[in-house]
């Protein structure tokens, strides 16, 4: 079944650490986002590429980083310098260019502070 | 820069009722407008994309409107069953080349009491 997984679901991290959230689609999607989630809270955009080798900042990008070297993997690494990282990290795909098509989610990773 | 929200942020019904959840942007420049729905510590799930030409969407017992000119979106679901307690969002793209980030409302809790 095509899809996006993301690895792994829960992920906690100790002062100073930075850590990384896997985000895997097999739809054959151009573009890719990340979000982060607070509670009772709607997402916000953190990253987004529209091609491989490719990304633009979205509105909380800092203290965050993104690579996109494969279509199909969009990993997010939450550097030391994010001060509050506990939320929820969903990350999604849609093909880009076409219209009227939804995105995708995958199942979210909750990060912790230790 | 676009605001989106949902009105109620709480909703509580008894099954068999037909209810409306509402969503409201304030910039009508809009591509097109998503519902998704959230279950508890889950990723989302797209229920019904509106484009900016259409005036709504139906698929199932759930049917979404869209008034660009006043800035509202409905989504109205007939007959509920506690299997549609979620919570319900309402997103709308800003265009930017092929990809298309998503400006998110907070939310609408809806419980469905058995």
């Known amino acids: 079944d095509g899809g996006i997984t993301q690895s792994p679901k829960y992920l906690f991290r100790k002062e100073g650490q930075n850590v990384t959230l896997s985000c895997e689609q097999n739809l054959n999607h151009d573009a890719m986002y990340w979000y982060r989630q607070d509670p009772g809270q709607g997402l916000r955009l953190i990253y987004y590429s529209q091609i491989v080798n490719d990304f633009q900042k979205g509105d909380i990008a800092e203290g965050y980083s993104v690579s996109r070297e494969k279509k199909e993997s969009f990993p997010l690494t939450v550097t030391s310098a994010q001060k509050n990282p506990t939320a929820f990290y969903l990350c999604?795909?849609?093909?880009?260019?076409?219209?009227?098509?939804?995105?995708?989610f995958g199942d979210g990773t909750r990060l912790s502070i230790l | 820069k676009q605001e989106v929200t949902q009105i109620p942020a709480a909703l509580s019904v008894p099954e068999g009722e037909n209810l409306v959840l509402n969503c409201s942007f304030t910039d009508s420049a809009i591509y097109n407008l998503q519902w998704f729905r959230q279950d508890p510590g889950k990723g989302l799930t797209s229920l019904l994309l509106i484009q900016s030409s259409q005036r709504e969407q139906t698929s199932g017992r759930l049917n979404a409107s869209l008034d660009k000119s006043s800035g509202r979106s409905t989504l109205y679901i007939a007959a509920s069953q506690p299997g549609d307690s979620a919570t319900y969002l309402c997103?709308?793209?800003?265009?930017?080349?092929?990809?298309?980030?998503?400006?998110f409302g907070s939310g609408t809790q809806l419980t469905v009491l058995p």
């Open positions: 999604a795909s849609d093909p880009g260019q076409v219209s009227g098509q939804p995105q995708h």
């Open positions: 997103a709308v793209p800003i265009s930017s080349g092929s990809a298309r980030q998503l400006t």
